[in-house]
């Protein structure tokens, strides 16, 4: 099992930045790959992107695609979202995930560990 704690989060205007970080203990984190999913009350957790084990191939949602970035350093054990031109639909709590068990890398019954959310609100 995984540790998750992200941090990073906060209140920006729209078209401002931000960077969340996920820390990561327990298992070795080069073994496995991390994501980030969002989700707003009343609504599903939402896929954002996911990043594999090596950082060598990202995966976005189309909602975000062009605008944040997902990375990893192995030898920190921790993952990044960088936010860019946020937008007010941006706005939602974060979550890392990891200890991902199923094929389907959207839906976030498949992934194990959570991390406890991280609120980002964009304002206009």
């Known amino acids: 099992q995984v540790q998750l704690v992200e941090s990073g989060g906060g209140v920006v205007q729209a078209g401002g930045s931000l960077r969340l970080s996920c820390a990561a203990a327990g298992r070795p984190f080069r073994d496995y790959p991390i994501s980030w999913f969002r989700q707003v009350p009343g609504k599903e957790r939402e896929f954002v992107a996911r990043i594999n084990w090596s950082g060598g191939s990202t995966i976005y949602a189309d909602s975000v695609k062009g605008r944040f970035i997902i990375s990893r350093d192995n030898a920190k054990n921790t993952g990044d979202l960088q936010m860019n031109n946020l937008k007010s639909e941006d706005t939602a709590v974060y979550y890392c995930?990891?200890?991902?068990?199923?094929?389907?890398?959207?839906?976030?019954?498949?992934?194990?560990?959570w991390g406890q959310g991280i609120q980002v609100t964009v304002s206009t």
């Open positions: 995930a990891a200890g991902q068990f199923g094929g389907d890398y959207e839906n976030a019954a498949n992934w194990r560990d």
